[in-house]
């Protein structure tokens, strides 16, 4: 059982940076592939990025890719989400989960957090 709590949501304007961060509890943490996805209103939840267990390998939906940055602490059981050059439509609820399978659909994703709140004011 792994359980996901999300927390560094807040409203920005556009061109600023946040950092989420996920911390989860539970000891095969480590084993695990861990994502974040997004939802918007109206919209459905979309993949963002994506590190695998080892860090080895990280992957990225097109329209974040250099702008933001997934990685993991297993020291602190603690993923983030580093985002830099926030835009408008990056405006939605942000999730953390975690998969024991590495991959970018949310049907692999085993465990979610509640979820943190993301605003990017134009």
């Known amino acids: 059982q792994v359980q996901l709590v999300e927390s560094g949501g807040g409203l920005v304007q556009a061109g600023g940076s946040l950092r989420l961060s996920c911390a989860a509890s539970g000891r095969t943490f480590s084993s695990y592939a861990m994502g974040w996805f997004r939802q918007a209103p109206g919209k459905e939840r979309e993949f963002v990025a994506t590190?695998?267990?080892?860090?080895?390998?990280?992957d990225y939906a097109d329209s974040v890719k250099g702008r933001f940055t997934i990685s993991r602490d297993k020291a602190k059981n603690t993923v983030y989400l580093q985002m830099n050059s926030l835009k408008p439509e990056d405006t939605a609820v942000y999730y953390c989960?975690?998969?024991?399978?590495?991959?970018?659909?949310?049907?692999?994703?085993?465990?979610w957090g509640q979820g943190t709140q993301v605003t990017v004011s134009s």
């Open positions: 590190i695998s267990w080892n860090k080895r390998s990280t």
């Open positions: 989960a975690a998969a024991l399978a590495y991959g970018s659909s949310p049907n692999n994703y085993n465990y």
